[in-house]
Structure formats: C-alpha cells, structure tokens
C-alpha cells in the first residue's frame, strides 16, 4: 500500500517541475548549466537575467522543446525518458511572438485541444470561455492574421490557458507589445494566475514583472543560476556583483497598505508604518515596497540631526559595513526590523562612527519609497 | 502572315470538329503530366520539408543539388530513363519503355526538383519559433508537420503548378521514353513537334492553343484553390 512518494523541496513545498545538472552547449560552448532548480506546485517562479542569459533555452528545456545535452528534466520527482509528447500535452508554453497560425481566432484556440483530440463540443466551450476571459470574443470568427499585436498575444494567451495547463511556462510574454498594453496585459495575467492556481514560469528580463508576478525569483546570467529565492531577499542580498549590477541594488521590502489619504499611502512593513507617495490608482493591498540605498540618511540615534522633512524614520542597528563599488560610497547593512540596505559616503560613516553593532536612525522620504503590487 | 493567320483558323476548325484522335491525345497528356504531378508532389514535398525542417550534415550540399535539379534538361532525364528502361537495360523486364508509364516516370523526374526546392524555401519561409509552438500546443511529430505544410499551403500551391507546368511542357524525355506512337503515347507536345516537321503548321497550332488552354485552365484551378480566404 505504499503510496506514491511525492518529492518535496528543503522547504516541504511539493516540487512539479525540477531540472538536475542540466547542460546545453551549442556549437561546444555552453549556454545553460543548471546544477539544479525546482518549480514548486502552484508557484510563479520568475526567471530573471539579461538578454542571451540562456533564459529562453532554460524555458525550451523545461518545455521539453528542447532536449539539454546532460542532465534531466524531472517531473513530480520522476526523471523524463522516453517520448515527451505526453507530458508536454500537460504544459502550455507563450512566447515573446504571439505565433498564431493562419486560421481563426477561434482555431487557434481550439488548436491545441483538438490536438489531444477532445471531443468538438468541449473545444468550442473552452475556447469561448477563455477567449471571453480575455476580453476577445468578439474576434473569434476573425483571421487571426488580422489581429493588432495585442489582441494577438492576447489570443495566444488564451490558446495556451484553454489547455488547463499543470504548468504554464512563459517566454517574454509581453516584450513585443508598447508600454501600456504591457501593462494592460500584465494585470491581466496576474489576476488569471491567482485565480487558476497554475503552477508558472515566467522568464524576463524586466525586474519589475518578475517583481509583480513571481512569488520566487531566479536569477539567470551567462547561462549560470545565480541565485534563487523570494524577491525581497534576492534583491536585499544579490548573490555577487555582478547580479547586483543587473538587478540595480535596492532594497525591496514585503508591505502591505493600510490607508490611503491626499496622495499619500501608508504602508505597514514589518513592525513599522511607512509612509509613500502614490496616485489614487496605485497599488492596494499586498506590495513591493522599494527604496534605493542612495536615498536613505542615517543619523545617530535621538541626536536631533533629522533631517525634518523625511517622513520615514526608522531606528535600526548597523550589522555590516563593506565598501561600495567605485567612489567614495559605503554599503551599511542595517537591521529595522528587516533588513535594510544604505549607501553613505566614507565621510559620513566617519563622522557618524558607524560599526557594526551602532545604534541609528535611517529616514528616507515618501517620495523616495515607490510601491508594486505584489 | 498567312501561314499563321491559316494555322489559327484551321486550328479552331479543328477544335469545333472535335477530332476524336486530338482528344484522346489531350486526355493522355492529362493523365500522364497529372499522374507525373501527382508523384512528384508526393515525393518531392516530403523531401523538401525534411531538407527544411532536418539538420544533418550535407543538407546544404543536398539543397543545392536540389536547386541544381530545377534545371535539369529534360532531354538528359529522357536519356537517362531510357537507358534504364532499355529492353536490355537494368529495369527492361518491366517492358515499360514506349509506354505512358515510362513517360509518367521521365517527367516525374523532372518536376520533382522543382516541388522540392519550393517546397523547402516555403517551409523554410515560415516564422522561426512556429515549429516550436506548435510542438508547444502539444502536436505529435506529424501533426506538427502538417500544421506546418498547412501554414506554407499558399507556396505550395504555387510548387505544385510549377511541378505541372514542368511536367506538361516538356517535349524530350516524353519523345525518348514514350516514342510518340499514335493512340498509345502521343502527347500533346510529341504531336506539336511532330505535325511542325510534317509542315502541318495549322494542326501545330491548334495543338499549342490546346496545350495552352489547358495549362491555363489547371493553373486557374489552383489558383482559386490557393486564394480562398481561411475557413
């Protein structure tokens, strides 16, 4: 009666999707070397890295598009051999190009199900019922060649959600599309993945979009992971320079907003009451809450030395000092609570005395604190 | 011109009378540049989508062989398929030379380079990433190939009636392996050139108008095959 055993992460979470010691070299070079990443059930994990990271290949590899020179590609912990076909019926993959064939709207959308040979009626459910979910059922009769490139990539998105994918992996979805159907398209997206649940893996290079969509972040360069865990401490803890570099150091803290009153919001992040500057459509509820190591002042603890017009001031203690790149800067890692990152000059850490251990106050502006959703 | 201006108005003399000999020769070209069409699609659209869709080594040297191939010389083909097909050749037991069949074989020859090169340039024509979403979709190997096929049909089309008009218009393999015996392999073209030797300029001519008319009305067919608006 032994039941079969599922495969858990360190952390207990389910694992739907793992790739071990995986290797793609293309003309002898590698391009991909990932000695392991899991995809935990029901997860957006974002895949962040610059262009030619190996992102695309790693998402191809996952899609079992691809076949990786080493290494495997396992499923509920079970290592894929054979013929993928039947597990890729259970994945959906949406690329940067919306690739629609040359049929319509509605085809499209029913082409991946008649593929796994459902029965006609339940295509046309499905496909109406997705195409109305993204707010293109009034082109269902039309060529798709016909389409703008947004309503294309919204189409794809729903041939791709109509298949009830276990996984959903996710190429630069919105990279070809203007700044504002991004956006448009990017809500969309996340309002569907909270409400299906699906397991996904976004892959892009926009921090921001990992930032909204993903609930754990990797960080891919030159085809290596470099780091892999919750946004607020990648971003707070870059794995080296160099993802420091790419991601932009900045402190990303886990909020959540309490009130909202003459365009400024008030967000609660960790034991403290944050105030930020926001339009009345900002975000609500669950945020990202950032502020950039360069816009935070320290100033020693009850000294008066405030300055008086930042709204944000938070008592915390130095844990670490090391300098910052070029120039005359010094990265404090404080702890308010939660961790905090600031950069001040080598005159300024002189004249405060800070060493790990010294008491601090560190205040930062409502302007400089920008909220995502999360 | 009188010559010409006699050889038209006999050729629709011709025509009206409905010779019963220039039927049954207009009815043999059609089934053998069809049959020949027929063939060479087969054969030259699966090679030309794994010469696009394949990677080994020596595909460059077999695409351009292909396209070396769209110009082969009927003439040499004819040669060729005659020698095999020689009495004492390697296939004479078939006994098929002199017959529509050899004549179907020649011209298939020569029309598949043409299905198979536009065939791969076709293939190769589409979207990068559309192999991959389809496969994505969840296709098989061959559903994703016919998915493919299917998006590249409009080049296609246009493979198949070059195929065709290759096949038909061609004069020296058919005269080589066919023999252009009255009643049983005389073809259009055979007949076109046999009747100019005669001097029979007007029969000449009425046979080119047949043999253009019917070229025009197979490529119109295709054409509106090719142009319907997707379902």
Redesign the interface.
């Known amino acids: 009666m032994a039941g079969q055993q599922r495969p858990h992460d360190d952390a207990g979470v389910p694992v739907k999707l793992a790739l071990r010691d995986v290797l793609v070299l293309r003309g002898g070079r590698p391009v991909l070397s990932v000695p392991a990443l899991d995809v935990r059930r029901g997860e957006v994990l974002a895949v962040l890295g610059p262009n030619g990271a190996g992102k695309s290949t790693l998402l191809?590899v996952m899609?079992l598009?691809e076949r990786p020179t080493r290494g495997q590609v396992l499923w509920e912990g079970r290592p894929l051999e054979g013929d993928p076909?039947p597990y890729?019926?259970r994945?959906?993959?949406v690329?940067q190009?919306p690739?629609l064939?040359?049929?319509?709207v509605e085809a499209n959308v029913r082409?991946?199900l008649a593929?796994?040979g459902l029965p006609r009626r339940e295509q046309r459910r499905r496909a109406a019922r997705w195409l109305e979910r993204l707010g293109v059922a009034h082109l269902a009769r039309r060529?798709a060649r016909q389409l703008s490139g947004g309503e294309a990539q919204r189409v794809s998105l729903a041939?791709a959600l109509a298949?009830d994918p276990e996984v959903l992996?996710l190429d630069e979805p919105f990279a070809s599309l203007d700044a504002p159907m991004q956006q448009e398209l990017l809500e969309e997206l996340e309002r569907l993945l909270r409400e299906t649940g699906a397991t996904a893996v976004l892959v892009t290079h926009d921090r921001a979009h990992a930032l909204r969509l993903g609930q754990r972040v990797a960080v891919l360069m030159d085809g290596r992971l470099r780091q892999v865990g919750p946004p607020e401490s990648v971003f707070a803890q870059p794995a080296d320079a160099e993802v420091a570099r790419f991601l932009g150091v900045e402190n990303v803290l886990p909020g959540q907003v309490v009130s909202r009153q003459e365009g400024l919001v008030q967000v609660r992040v960790g034991p403290h009451l944050l105030w930020a500057v926001a339009d009345e459509d900002g975000p609500s509820g669950r945020v990202w809450a950032c502020v950039r190591p360069e816009h935070i002042v320290l100033a020693p603890l009850g000294s008066g030395e405030e300055p008086g017009s930042a709204r944000n001031r938070l008592p915390g203690v130095v844990v670490r000092l090391a300098a910052a790149g070029p120039g005359q800067q010094v990265r404090v890692d404080l702890d308010c609570g939660f961790p905090l990152v600031a950069y001040v000059t080598v005159a300024s850490a002189e004249h405060l005395g800070l060493a790990p251990g010294t008491g601090v106050v560190a205040s930062f502006k409502a302007h400089a604190l920008h909220l995502l959703p999360r | 011109m009188d010559l010409l201006w006699d050889g038209v108005r006999g050729a629709f003399r011709l025509l009206i009378e409905l010779d019963p000999e220039v039927w049954q020769v207009v009815a043999l070209t059609l089934v053998v540049s069809g049959l020949a069409t027929l063939v060479s699609t087969a054969i030259g659209v699966a090679i030309g989508s794994f010469l696009a869709l394949a990677r080994f080594p020596g595909r460059r040297l077999a695409l351009a062989l292909v396209n070396t191939g769209m110009g082969l010389p009927p003439v040499a083909v004819g040669l060729l398929v005659a020698v095999l097909l020689w009495r004492s050749g390697p296939l004479g037991a078939l006994g098929l030379i002199y017959t529509p069949a050899a004549m179907v074989i020649a011209q298939a020859i020569i029309a598949l380079p043409i299905v198979t090169g536009f065939t791969a340039a076709a293939v190769q024509a589409l979207?990068a990433?559309?192999r991959?979403?389809?496969?994505?979709?969840?296709?098989?190997r061959w559903?994703a190939l016919w998915?493919l096929l299917?998006?590249a049909r409009l080049s296609l089309l246009a493979a198949v009636m070059a195929g065709f008009g290759a096949a038909i218009s061609e004069v020296g393999a058919s005269l080589m392996v066919g023999g252009n015996i009255e009643g049983r392999t005389r073809v259009l073209t055979t007949a076109i050139v046999l009747e100019t030797g005669r001097g029979n300029f007007d029969l000449a001519i009425a046979l080119s108008l047949l043999l253009l008319t019917l070229v025009f009305a197979v490529n119109l067919l295709l054409t509106l095959v090719q142009q319907r608006?997707?379902?």
Do not use: H, Y
Not at chain 2, 132 to 140: D, I, R
């Open positions: 191809r899609a598009l076909l890729r019926r994945m959906a993959v690329f190009e690739l064939l040359d049929m319509t082409l991946g593929l796994r060529p041939r298949l992996l | 979207p990433g559309l991959l979403q389809v496969l994505a979709l969840g296709a098989s559903q998915l299917r998006e608006r997707p379902s």
